[in-house]
Each structure stands twice: as structure tokens, then as C-alpha cells.
């Protein structure tokens, strides 16, 4: 039927995708491991199932939908995931794809916990969005499988456009989320971080693990860490603040960057 590709750090945008993948009977294609080769796109169908990064669309997406060569006429749809607020994320997509003589026809929200340990999602409305999920699932499938188009709804507010500012100056400035540290002292050398950043961003230097200049901001690494090692500027997850989806493994992370997510 056709393709959903996806991108994810902690899980939640992999495992929606891989769900609706399978009740549309469609392939599932890592975003990353795409990107390594780029090659034409001529599905029918296209889903592409994304985060939400601090009212933003994470940079590799961003190089995907102008890059990838989608068939015309495809029926493409977007799913975006998020704790909070999705700013004008649907509209800056339909607009990308609009540069690239493409439309977007069906674009939607999915509420799931927050992994941006700011504002972390409270223990019982966690479970609740989790609970949620495959309902929501259910309600894109038919809307993909009767063509639904609601373009014309996704438009652009303003007040967004304010915050997402706001919010992007804050994290830098305030969080310092740019200064990513790794604590050798609790570092056990397991490599988790290097082998799930979508971005490759992380490499190892002699004994210990640096960070290069090509963030996505995506908190993997902090998260995937078993002894919580790393340091984003002021953020360190913990017992209140730590979030992977429970339906998606390390294993999954990693398969992202190779195309071997299991599902």
C-alpha cells in the first residue's frame, strides 16, 4: 500500500508508526537510514511520522522532505507526536513539501509523554496517553484509508510562532542544552549514546565519548543511558524526568541509523 517512514529518540514516533504500518499494511523505512541513500520514492501512499522538538521540526526531518523524491500524485499524510504544544508544525511541513511540488493532505497530533525532562509528563497522564495510543492509531488508519485531506486546516498562528521563539531561547540560554557533558566517573563505556544518535553526533575519542557540533536535540543519548552519565547544559534525567517508550527497545533506537527496527 505504501511506506511510513519515521524518526524517532525515545520511541514515541516509532512505535505509532510501526502500528499504523501494520494495520495499513504498509512498509516501515527509518528517516536516518534513508538519508545515508537517497533513492526515489513512488509509493502510493506515504506516512511520515515525526516529533515535535520544542515546537520544531528536528533538522534531519527537515533535510528529508526537501530532499526525498516522492512520486506526484502520492497521497501523503504526516503524523506528528508530542507532549505539549505542536506550534506550527504541520503547517511548516506542508509548506516544505509545497517548495518540492508536493501536498501535504492529511496532517494530525498524537499526544504521548514528553522526553524533554523540562516538562516532563505527570506519572498519571502518562499512562493515560499511553492508554490512548492505539485508539488514536485506529482513527488515522480510516482517515488514511478513506483519503481524508484537511490541508486547508493546517494553517500557521502566530502566537506559535512567539513561543517557539521563546521556548528555543530558553533551552539554549537558560537550560544550556548546547553544553552536553558525560560524567566519567558514572560512564560505564557502554556505548549506548554513540550507537543510538540518529545524527551520529557522538563518537568515541581514545577511553571516552565527545560531542560534535551536529545536535539534533533529540535526548536520546541522556535517555538510552543506563547510569543517567550525560548532562544537557542544566538537564539530567531522573527518577521523575526519564521517559522511553515501554513498546520500543535500544535495540529499536539503534536499528533506526540501519533499517533493522524490529515490528
Request: aromatic share 8%; glycine share 6%; proline share 3%.
Given at each position: ?77 504526516v503524523i506528528v507526536t508530542c507532549g505539549g504544544a505542536p506550534g506550527n508544525v504541520l ?173
Amino acid at each position: 500500500m505504501g511506506t511510513i517512514y519515521y524518526f524517532t529518540g525515545t520511541g514515541n514516533s516509532l512505535s505509532i508508526a510501526r502500528t499504523i504500518a501494520g494495520k495499513l499494511n504498509a512498509n516501515l523505512a527509518s528517516i536516518v537510514d534513508y538519508m545515508k541513500e537517497k533513492r526515489a520514492i513512488d509509493d502510493e501512499v506515504i506516512g511520515i511520522v515525526m516529533p515535535v522538538y520544542c515546537m520544531d521540526i528536528p533538522k534531519l526531518v527537515k533535510d528529508f522532505l526537501r530532499t526525498a523524491r516522492f512520486a506526484k500524485n502520492s497521497y501523503i499524510f504526516v503524523i506528528v507526536t508530542c507532549g505539549g504544544a505542536p506550534g506550527n508544525v504541520l503547517h511548516i511541513t506542508k509548506e516544505i513539501l509545497a517548495e518540492q511540488g508536493q501536498t501535504l493532505a492529511y496532517g494530525t497530533v498524537i499526544f504521548l509523554p514528553d522526553n524533554s525532562i523540562v516538562l516532563p509528563t505527570a506519572a498519571q497522564k502518562k499512562q493515560q496517553m499511553l492508554a490512548n495510543e492505539a485508539a488514536e492509531a485506529d482513527k488515522i488508519c480510516i482517515a488514511v484509508a478513506d483519503r481524508t485531506n484537511n490541508s486547508a486546516d493546517l494553517k500557521n498562528k502566530f502566537w506559535y510562532v512567539f513561543l517557539k521563539r521563546l521556548l528555543a531561547f530558553a533551552l539554549r540560554f537558560g537550560y544550556k542544552v548546547d553544553a552536553k557533558t558525560i560524567d566519567t566517573a558514572k560512564c560505564i563505556k557502554c556505548g549506548n549514546c554513540e550507537r543510538v544518535c540518529p545524527a551520529n553526533n557522538i563518537q568515541k575519542d581514545g577511553s571516552k565519548y565527545v560531542f560534535g557540533e551536529n545536535c539534533e536535540n533529540c535526548f536520546a543519548c541522556a535517555h538510552w543511558c543506563p547510569v543517567r552519565a550525560l548532562t544537557l547544559g542544566r538537564l539530567t534525567p531522573d527518577d521523575k524526568t526519564h521517559y522511553t517508550h515501554p513498546n520500543v527497545t535500544l535495540q529499536d533506537i539503534i536499528g533506526q541509523k540501519n533499517g533493522t527496527q524490529s515490528g
